[in-house]
């Protein structure tokens, strides 16, 4: 497992990512390698850790938006009824320096290609990280650093039967954690066929996972837990 903390020199390798530090030319170095593509920065620090976790996954190939959406497979959900389903979803892996509590962002990376769409109108709509998931009844098998699985807890709170195909989220709110796999617990209350509210619960998926490092934890930008409301359809 790579996630975690590292004092000094260190060296993990999964697939076609890489991760190290150690010295070069005298110099303590941090370098990274995911997919071909290469980062390297000289560090100097006596005191600090690199801390390697999960972190919200809308910042490649560059920051554009905070919002995440999911689409699945459409399910109808009858007035009144609760489903909890699995969804798989794409993680990007962060790096920090820690030195006396002082974090700051080094880097992040992730394999494979980053997907956005638009939801809502053109002139008014957000634009989303876009994932798509089959639903599971179970939590689902993941590949390494590459998906992570969310729990999705469906409550339809409207006197109407509504179709859901899609989820969207507001980042800012996102609690990641990490053991196994990365998992993130979602909710989606249904107020009518068209309105819903998402949120995230900061809870962890099973008992033995670990806290991710928040990205706007570390960039002292202050964030109120607030979800998000859909308001321009659920499928």
């Given at each position: ?18 991760v ?33 976790n ?11 938006t ?8 459409p ?8 489903q ?40 008014t ?17 993941v ?7 969310m729990?999705?807890s ?16 507001d ?12 998992a ?52």
């Open positions: 497992m790579m996630f975690g903390r590292y004092r000094g020199a260190f060296h993990r390798e999964c697939g076609s990512v890489s190290e530090a150690g010295p070069v030319n005298g110099l303590m170095t941090y370098r990274r390698r995911c997919e071909g593509q290469t980062f390297e920065r000289i560090l100097v620090s006596e005191t600090d850790e690199i801390v390697i999960p972190v919200e996954p809308v910042n490649l190939p560059e920051e554009i905070d919002f995440l959406m999911m689409e699945f497979p399910m109808v959900i009858g007035p009144g009824a609760t909890t389903i699995y969804l798989k979803f794409p993680v990007e892996i962060g790096v920090y320096l820690d030195a006396a509590k002082c974090i700051e962002v080094l880097d992040v990376f992730a394999p494979g290609r980053q997907k956005y769409t638009l939801y809502g109108p053109a002139t709509g957000v634009i989303a990280r876009y994932y798509w998931s089959a639903v599971y009844p179970e939590i689902p098998p590949e390494s650093f590459c998906d992570g699985v729990e999705l469906i409550s339809n709170a409207s006197h109407e039967w509504a179709e859901v195909s899609r989820a969207v989220f980042s800012t709110d996102m609690k990641l954690y990490y053991g196994e796999f990365v993130v617990t979602t909710t989606m209350k249904i107020l009518s066929k068209l309105l819903a509210e998402t949120d995230f619960v900061d809870v962890p998926l099973k008992s033995d996972m670990v806290k991710s490092i928040e990205l706007y934890t570390a960039r002292k930008i202050p964030v109120l837990s607030r979800g998000y409301l859909m308001e321009w359809g659920l499928s």
